[in-house]
């Protein structure tokens, strides 16, 4: 800077210069571009000089063919914050849209550097003349113009030299780096073709690295104080591997900042632009910012983020099915006929979508060969049908896919709602062919008198505590009432000394087949419900002596200092069995015969229940599943199914033949 140059003060706010000098790499030196375009620029080129010992980086020059702007106007321009000559005009002369109008963009300059000069060339009456403007990072309220002078070349423009640079700042030289720069400027750079960016001697150049051309979809208007604001959505997909970024964008197709946002769309990369003026007019405010993102702007996201996984899923439900059109025709498809359940058109979607994405992320899978591709798709199909889950396995374990696209697909299927329907199928199914298998093994003469209760039954109800109601877990099995106590010495007195067993009259202790309990609150305070189930084996009927049990159990509770009257416990108690004699059905009606209770009080409950009237409850709380989900359950894949599951605790009850006896009638009548 030459001795004669003007000073002049600059008003500037503390809190916003911090803000500006601390922007990211990318973002500050986009700004130093969108000036140079803004200023009707044709060719912006950005370069890096390594000059000093360590090789490191010293200098960043962008340099642009703009207009540049007269000296007259060099100290109103940086004289007050805001002091843009943009806005008065929306504009250039040549007709291209402006970028920024607030005059604040300079600043991110010192994100890169602790000086910046403004090396400016510009015809004013048929004459060429060039200065300088010179701002340092450690007094920016002093700003330097040098006099006029005759340019040495008779080409308008700006220079910026960001000198004493912060970083060495690799980023602007990398894939990553110069993808970030093709995703700034893709729409800008798409509405005017002759526009060329340069950095480090690459061309920013979305147009070779996009797939087709952008895709615009109409959003719901932002709705303010102020009014309507249009809203739209820009897609524009990308060959290689993008962050996949949402940018806030003024109406024009500006970003102005960006969404931290994640989308689960595995085998596609993007970028998506929303654009408004309403986020102008937030960031005119001072307001644009994810700490401080608007309630209307958030909404806008959420609508964005929405509208992108539906164009994408539709995107790779069309892949799909050109991809199924071919295995179709190499009859390698693992599917016949057509779909007719809801479950099976899921189970087909779902099944198409994967396999495609397994395709297009592994395409040397199965080979080339038709049977080695059959055999993977008969695996995907398999385990889909399994659940989903079981996808994970077979993708980790079989397939051998990375371990990032193995997340890619888990959150596929954690995103769509048809897995959320297989899955529900495949539960609400599974345990009807429980219910139906549990009934045969209780009501069949043969099958009951084989079955135990304590070594059988009782442990295959202790997995299957969905039965009692999905609110409770399995607490304790086969455990006495002091150790019960125990577990909820928490909700009595934790400085209780538990070391004396709880007194059943006619026993030293009592023990309790299974207990499930539930935590929930009322009223804002934590209640325990527990539930005590004493199992009977199906030949025994419900006497008195069962009945007795069972109440002596509700008294020892009642009647327990270390229980009584504690209002944070509830207690109910269900004896069950295949039926109950006439004396226990007398006891019923005289206490509440709708509920079927023998006994209860301010804490707890005592119920008689059948295993009919238990398996009952459950079918008609599934029933609405089961019209919706159109499955039915065979006896003969029940009996599979249960024998499947709970093969070592059935042993000697049930085994092979009975499915393929139960199957074999069904066909018959069939």
Not at 353 to 362: D, E, G, H, L, M
Not at 632 to 661: F, I, Q, R
Request: glycine share 6%; with cysteine; aromatic share 8%.
């Amino acid at each position: 800077m030459v001795d004669n140059a003007e000073h002049f003060p600059v008003e500037v706010q503390p809190d916003f210069v911090d803000k500006q000098t601390r922007a990211k790499p990318i973002p500050a030196l986009s700004e130093l571009i969108w000036n140079g375009l803004d200023a009707d620029a044709t060719r912006v080129s950005v370069e890096l000089e390594y000059g000093d010992l360590a090789g490191g980086l010293s200098k960043i020059v962008v340099h642009d063919n703009g207009k540049g702007f007269p000296r007259s106007e060099a100290k109103d321009l940086f004289k007050n914050l805001g002091g843009s000559w943009k806005r008065g005009t929306r504009q250039t002369l040549s007709g291209r849209q402006i970028h920024g109008q607030e005059g604040k963009g300079r600043y991110k300059a010192f994100a890169l550097g602790r000086a910046v000069t403004w090396h400016v060339t510009h015809e004013e009456a048929g004459k060429v003349s060039s200065f300088e403007v010179s701002l340092f990072s450690n007094n920016l309220t002093d700003v330097a113009v040098t006099p006029p002078r005759t340019a040495a070349r008779l080409e308008t423009g700006v220079t910026v030299a960001v000198s004493d640079v912060l970083h060495d700042f690799r980023v602007f030289e990398t894939e990553e780096g110069l993808q970030d720069m093709a995703e700034t400027f893709a729409l800008y750079l798409a509405n005017y073709p002759n526009v060329r960016i340069e950095v480090a001697g690459h061309r920013v150049d979305p147009a070779t690295a996009m797939v087709g051309e952008p895709v615009t979809i109409d959003l719901e208007p932002i709705m303010s104080d102020e009014g309507s604001h249009p809203a739209s959505l820009q897609l524009i997909e990308w060959k290689s591997a993008t962050k996949r970024t949402l940018y806030l964008c003024s109406a024009d197709g500006f970003p102005l900042d960006t969404s931290e946002t994640r989308f689960h769309v595995p085998g596609f990369a993007f970028s998506a632009y929303l654009r408004s003026d309403y986020i102008s007019r937030l960031q005119e405010k001072g307001l644009l910012g994810l700490a401080e993102l608007d309630p209307r702007l958030a909404e806008a996201v959420d609508q964005s983020r929405e509208a992108i996984k539906r164009y994408f899923r539709d995107r790779a439900a069309a892949d799909a099915k050109s991809i199924v059109d071919e295995w179709k025709a190499e009859q390698v498809y693992p599917f016949e006929g057509e779909p007719v359940t809801t479950v099976e058109k899921a189970e087909r979607q779902v099944f198409e979508i994967v396999a495609a994405q397994v395709q297009r992320i592994a395409p040397e899978i199965g080979g080339g060969s038709k049977k080695g591709k059959a055999l993977h798709l008969r695996m995907l199909k398999a385990a889909l049908e399994r659940g989903p889950e079981e996808l994970q396995l077979i993708l980790r374990e079989v397939l051998d896919l990375p371990v990032a696209k193995q997340k890619e697909l888990g959150a596929l299927l954690q995103e769509t709602s048809l897995s959320s329907i297989i899955s529900a199928a495949k539960t609400v199914g599974d345990r009807l062919k429980f219910l139906t298998a549990l009934e045969m093994i209780i009501y069949d003469p043969e099958k009951k008198g084989r079955l135990k209760e304590r070594t059988q039954l009782h442990k295959i109800l202790a997995q299957e505590t969905w039965l009692f109601g999905e609110e409770y877990n399995l607490w304790v099995s086969d455990l006495g009432l002091r150790q019960v106590l125990r577990r909820h010495k928490e909700h009595l007195d934790p400085s209780l000394v538990i070391d004396e067993p709880v007194k059943v009259l006619g026993q030293r202790t009592a023990i309790v087949d299974l207990m499930f309990s539930a935590q929930s609150k009322r009223h804002l305070a934590e209640e325990v419900e527990n539930l005590i189930v004493e199992l009977k084996a199906p030949g025994v009927d419900i006497g008195w002596k069962e009945t007795g049990q069972i109440l002596t159990y509700f008294d020892a509770v009642e009647n327990d200092d270390r229980f009584h009257r504690v209002k944070k416990v509830r207690w109910h108690y269900i004896v069950i069995s295949n039926d109950y004699d006439s004396k226990t059905a007398g006891l019923i009606n005289s206490v509440d015969a709708e509920r079927r209770l023998i006994g209860r009080s301010a804490t707890g409950t005592v119920q008689v229940m059948t295993w009919g009237e238990l398996i009952q409850e459950n079918r008609a709380r599934l029933l609405f599943f089961q019209q919706r989900l159109e499955h039915s359950a065979g006896e003969g894949e029940a009996l599979k199914y249960l024998h499947e599951k709970h093969a070592a605790l059935l042993k000697g009850v049930v085994d092979e033949s009975d499915w393929v006896e139960a199957e074999a009638a069904a066909e018959a009548l069939a």
